[in-house]
């Protein structure tokens, strides 16, 4: 009987550690402004936006949907959070939710990746 109930009670903790360890993994869907049809090709701010993004701390990977104007983010949630990421998009010159886009980050966009 003893070994019946240690057993079930590893097979509790052990489901118990596994689900904390899913949850350190995050999607988000952000959405956000785009301005041009060509974001992820521009030479100027498509590079910068992919090489900014991956600079993250904690970000995984990030998806730009230019025809719904989102960004998928796959985050870890052990190392940043989703106001962090928010704030960096910011600064990239691209709005992220109910963050607006930053003025300086805006205007070293190309001219027709800014909001007119």
């Given at each position: 009987m003893k070994n019946l109930i240690l057993?079930?009670?590893f097979s509790f903790f052990?489901?118990?550690?596994?689900?904390q360890e899913?949850?350190?993994?995050?999607?988000?869907?952000?959405?956000?402004?785009?301005e041009c049809d060509h974001c992820k090709e521009c030479e100027t701010c498509?590079?910068?936006f992919r090489s900014n993004m991956?600079?993250?701390k904690g970000v995984k990977m990030y998806e730009l949907d230019?025809?719904?104007?989102?960004?998928?983010?796959?985050?870890?949630?052990?190392?940043?959070?989703?106001?962090t990421i928010k704030g960096a998009i910011s600064k990239m010159g691209y709005d992220a939710d109910?963050?607006?886009?930053?003025?300086?980050?805006?205007?070293q966009?190309?001219?027709?990746?800014?909001?007119?």
């Open positions: 057993i079930i009670f052990t489901n118990a550690i596994c689900a899913t949850k350190k993994n995050q999607k988000a869907v952000i959405k956000t402004n785009i498509g590079g910068n991956l600079k993250i230019e025809k719904n104007m989102t960004i998928t983010v796959f985050y870890n949630t052990q190392k940043t959070n989703l106001e109910e963050i607006k886009a930053d003025a300086t980050g805006l205007g966009l190309d001219d027709c990746c800014k909001k007119v």
